[in-house]
T-cell receptor, first 114, second 111 residues
């Protein structure tokens, strides 16, 4: 079974801090994704990556950046955390072919910015 | 811009009945559509995929239909059980392998 592991289940940080969320997958998947999930808004895509050192903006990239130095690891960075970035963050991975491959999700990091 | 709607935020049904969840979309022509299940505090789990040239797919007690003319997918759970209680998400397939998710329908199956 594919396993997607997010480094923390719960995280509390302060406004203005630089925050790193880490995600590791163990199935050699090419694609990796970062979402945030908020009540009433559903899952929204922040960034995704199709290969090492590649990244693409999703629907809501503002205030975030990502890093993919190794195929199995995809990091989400909040450059200067703000209270409106309090949310559940979900990482996912998938094969790149065929196109309709399902995404495999981690169990999320619930991030609170105080 | 593309829009995806799941017909209701919550659906309550009695055990043994068939649950039917609806996913409608506009301004988009997805090549495929996926359905996921999400339990509280967990990430979504993939259930079914249906492609634009397929009308219906089945997996055990699950059935999904895809009508590209109506721009609608229906997700059915037959002989529902309390263990089927969860939030169900539909997702449209993007051109780059990304997904556009609906907000989900929370299903509660009462014994």
């Amino acid at each position: 079974d594919v396993k997607v592991t997010q480094s923390s289940r719960y995280l509390v940080k302060r406004t203005g801090e630089k925050v790193f969320l880490e995600c590791v997958q163990d199935m050699d998947h090419e694609n990796m994704f970062w979402y945030r999930q908020d009540p009433g808004l559903g899952l929204r895509l922040i960034y995704f990556s199709y290969d090492v050192k590649m990244k693409e903006k999703g629907d809501i990239p503002e205030g975030y950046s990502v890093s993919r130095e190794k195929k199995e690891r995809f990091s989400l960075i909040l450059e200067s955390a703000s209270t409106n970035q309090t949310s559940m963050y979900l990482c996912a991975s998938s094969r790149d072919s065929p196109l309709e491959q399902p995404q495999h999700f981690g169990d999320g990091t619930r991030l609170s910015i105080l | 811009s593309q829009k995806i709607e799941q017909n209701s935020e919550a659906l309550n049904i009695q055990e043994g009945k068939t649950a039917t969840l609806t996913c409608n979309y506009t301004n988009y022509s997805p090549a495929y559509l996926q359905w996921y299940r999400q339990d509280p505090g967990r990430g979504p789990v993939f259930l079914l995929l249906i492609r634009e040239n397929e009308k219906e797919k089945r997996k055990e007690r699950l059935k999904v239909t895809f009508d590209t003319t109506l721009k609608q997918s229906l997700f059915h759970i037959t002989a529902s059980q309390p263990a089927d209680s969860a939030t169900y998400l539909c997702a449209l397939g993007g051109s780059q392998g990304n997904l556009i998710f609906g907000k989900g329908t929370k299903l509660s199956v009462k014994p």
